[in-house]
């Protein structure tokens, strides 16, 4: 089963941002071959990009590799070319997972490693194009029933090969089940960068939850970010609600707080979790925490609430002022695969019964991903040139290999590259915003 140059099970995963770095090691560790946990080798490899975690981030989301680094995506089929890994998790976003998938095609390894990919939460937005750009990886990772018969119907319904689907969960739940505790109750809503995008909506949400502090002052209400100003996640944060709090007229009750750190350990203390669609939502429902998903501003796509019509967990901040607490529908909650029942523990025994078996073939079929020069030929070639790849996935010219540097030299390269990082999020945070009021003037 392992490499012939190692006893061990080689894995490497290859993530953009700090959430999908969680997802990846997370899901690598989860769908490995039951052996002993020494039998296991994790490398991490962090793609080169404006979301590349910072070290704070890394320590903020707790999940460690035997080793890590920071990479271009050539640099990484390089690893993947000369370190004989087994197993490769791709947690990036679709383009990036199909650039990866010819790249390792266009290595014509003698035996290329299982390539697994997916999701790190709710896929609410371009499930198409998302999943057509995941697929010709041997596993695609669905978080729940409901998104294994959604993904095999895309696939099927271009006449591409669906077996790759593999029902499986989010692999970051867990935590000891809510009982509710007597003394103050804490109230924690869960940000998101993105959602929603515009400065009225989010100094609204921001508003109505400073109110409920006012409202409630017997209750902790706390703000858990995802980020501080200047990092990037996942997606991208114009919008700090950091920058926006300090800005709120009256000021922030004494029982408010901005908080980061682990959502677990957030959970942990949590007797009211509300958000408008963030992934934090299942987090809370397996845990049994009373969960609230905001309609103030709409039951949109572009908001992501809608993948909770059904739920039972759609409200606003005039009914939780009241007391109100949604109670979820049973029905949809096992649908979501958020596991209350405890089936959770089951979830990944088909991914990792699957990852096995193609570890045990003498050799694996050549991967052959949906979308090809001859099937997708004005919008292949854009995908891979963005990563330095030429359209039959090898590297592009120019893109020559690394060599060693030195000390001196490395640390003023990652200055240079710190810098223009800085750089970048300066300009969208600041810069974009100022001119796109401009151009509404």
């Known amino acids: 089963m392992p490499s012939s140059t190692s006893e061990a099970v080689r ?15 997370l899901t690598a560790r989860r769908i490995a071959p039951n052996l002993p946990p020494d039998s296991i080798e994790l490398s991490g490899f962090l793609l080169r990009g ?6 704070r981030q890394l320590a903020e989301v ?56 997916g999701y790190v939460g709710v896929v609410y937005e371009k499930l198409a194009d998302g999943l057509l750009l995941r697929h010709g990886a041997d596993l695609v990772l669905a978080n729940s029933r409901h998104d294994a018969d ?32 007597a003394g103050r ?54 919008l700090p609600y950091q920058k926006l709090a300090d800005k709120l007229p009256g000021g922030l009750p004494p029982n408010f707080s901005l908080v980061y750190g682990h959502m677990g350990e957030v959970l942990d203390r949590t007797d009211l979790l509300v958000t408008v669609s963030s992934t934090a939502a299942l987090e809370s429902l397996h845990r049994r925490i009373p969960t609230a998903v905001l309609s103030d501003l709409g039951v949109r796509e572009t908001l992501g609430n809608h993948h909770f019509l059904g739920s039972g967990l759609l409200t606003s901040w005039d009914r939780l002022d009241g007391g109100h607490r949604p109670t979820p529908d049973p029905e949809w ?51 891979l040139a963005r990563h330095h790849l030429a359209p039959d996935g090898t590297p592009l010219a120019g893109a020559a290999p690394t060599t060693e540097i030195s000390g001196v030299r490395r640390v003023l390269r990652d200055a240079v590259r710190n810098a223009a990082r800085g750089a970048y999020r300066h300009g969208v945070q600041r810069v974009a915003p100022i001119i796109r009021r401009m151009g509404e003037l």
């Open 11 to 25: 894995i490497a995963v290859l993530a953009d941002s700090d959430t999908r770095w969680k997802w990846g090691a």
């Open 333 to 383: 909650l096992s649908r979501q695969g958020v596991a209350a029942d405890g089936g959770y523990d089951t979830a990944f025994d088909a991914a990792r019964k699957r990852v096995a078996e193609l570890l045990e073939r003498l050799e694996l079929p050549p991967i052959e991903p949906y979308y090809t020069p001859a099937t997708a030929p004005g919008y292949l070639p854009g995908i």
């Open 62 to 117: 707790g999940v460690s590799a035997d080793d890590l680094r920071e990479v271009t995506g050539n640099e990484f089929l390089r690893a993947i070319r000369d370190e004989s890994y087994d197993v490769v998790v791709l947690a990036l976003v679709g383009g990036a997972v199909q650039a990866v998938l010819h790249g390792i095609a266009a290595l014509d390894l003698p035996r290329r490693p299982v390539v697994v990919t």
């Open 150 to 181: 959604r993904f095999r119907a895309v696939y099927e319904g271009v006449g591409a090969d669906a077996s790759s689907v593999t029902e499986a969960a989010l692999p970051f739940l867990g935590g000891a089940p809510y009982e509710a505790a």
């Open 185 to 238: 109750d804490t109230v924690v809503f869960a940000a998101q960068p993105s959602v929603p995008e515009s400065r009225a909506d989010r100094t609204y949400l921001l508003r109505r939850l400073v109110e409920h502090a006012r409202l409630h002052p017997e209750r902790d209400v706390l703000l858990k970010l995802r980020s501080k100003p200047g990092e990037h996640t996942t997606h991208l944060e114009e």
């Open 50 to 55: 404006r979301a590349t975690p910072t070290a």
